[in-house]
């Protein structure tokens, strides 16, 4: 259960530090987590990215204060962290729906956005299908791209599918895709592990290198653009995601959180994780989701 404690002191924490110029990199630091895996965590346990949390529950407390007290907008909207009254109306206002001005009008409804208590609720008659895989080292081949912590979960932002999309209409996964023989043109979506202090991390789309890869010259497809992805060995915990769409990657993930680590005995390890979308997969599988553990 050390991910839903970590979380909880997580939001422990943006509690009694709400007031503060926080991010989530600071409650990171707090909870002696990298930035990387504490944000994903926290996203896919609770929902929602750690700094919307903190901007929602400043804008919900900022709401009650206009509310309650006869304090001049302006002066609240400086307390809650914004830097001009135009920003703060602007999120104020996509927020609660009103700007701040007409919050106090008697007939004004309000946004109220509650501290987060994070519990595990156990539900039975329900199947979470895995598989324990233990890996060789292994290298892939890919176009890779930085992308910031704040995107993981975050449903209106779609770069990923964005970097996807591109190299489809561009044409640049097939040059490492026609390296692999028929039957066997697997294509794999790499996620790095997580760097110190870093606010990026790496997503590479490629395919893997082993005997039945086409011989190429590194030198070259390096000028072109793609690199070379060296993951160690290590054990994966192995999910279907079931769905149409990538919405079921976020799905899978956050079973991974809720479900699987507090009663498998499992810790996540810092080292690439990845999506494996098959050439020839069964009807209804979007990919594979792999995901590198350790035993505790």
Not at 2 to 12: K, P, R, S
Not at 100 to 112: G, H, I, N, Q, T
Not at 120 to 146: C, P
Not at 227 to 248: A, L, M, R
Request: glycine residues 8%; proline residues 4%.
């Amino acid at each position: 259960m050390e991910w839903i404690a970590a979380v909880q002191q997580a939001i422990t924490y943006i509690e009694e530090h709400l007031m503060e110029e926080i991010n989530y990199e600071d409650v990171a630091k707090h909870v002696g987590i990298s930035g990387y895996e504490f944000h994903r965590a926290f996203s896919f346990l609770t929902g929602i990215t750690a700094n919307a949390y903190i901007r929602n529950r400043r804008l919900s407390l900022a709401g009650r204060e206009i509310v309650e007290t006869s304090v001049k907008i302006t002066d609240i909207a400086v307390k809650y962290g914004y830097e001009t009254p135009e920003s703060f109306t602007k999120a104020f206002t996509r927020f609660h729906g009103i700007a701040p001005k007409f919050a106090r009008k008697k007939s004004a409804k309000l946004v109220l956005f509650n501290p987060l208590i994070i519990k595990i609720t156990v539900e039975g008659g329900k199947s979470m299908d895995y598989r324990i895989v233990k890996t060789k080292e292994q290298k892939f081949i890919a176009l890779a791209r930085s992308f910031k912590n704040e995107i993981i979960n975050d449903g209106d932002n779609h770069d990923i599918p964005g970097f996807w999309e591109e190299c489809h209409n561009n044409n640049l996964i097939e040059p490492v895709r026609s390296l692999r023989p028929e039957g066997k043109r697997d294509l794999y979506g790499l996620c790095s592990p997580a760097k110190e202090g870093a606010d990026t991390f790496e997503y590479g789309i490629g395919v893997l290198i082993d005997k039945d890869t086409q011989k190429f010259d590194s030198g070259e497809m390096e000028k072109a653009g793609y690199s070379i992805w060296d993951v160690k060995p290590g054990t994966y915990v192995v999910f279907d995601c079931i769905g149409e769409d990538g919405g079921c990657i976020g799905d899978t993930w956050s079973k991974f959180y809720k479900e699987f680590l507090p009663q498998m005995g499992y810790v996540p390890e810092a080292e690439t994780d990845y999506e494996v979308y098959l050439e020839k997969g069964r009807k209804g599988l979007f990919c594979e989701l792999w995901i590198p553990v350790r035993k505790k």
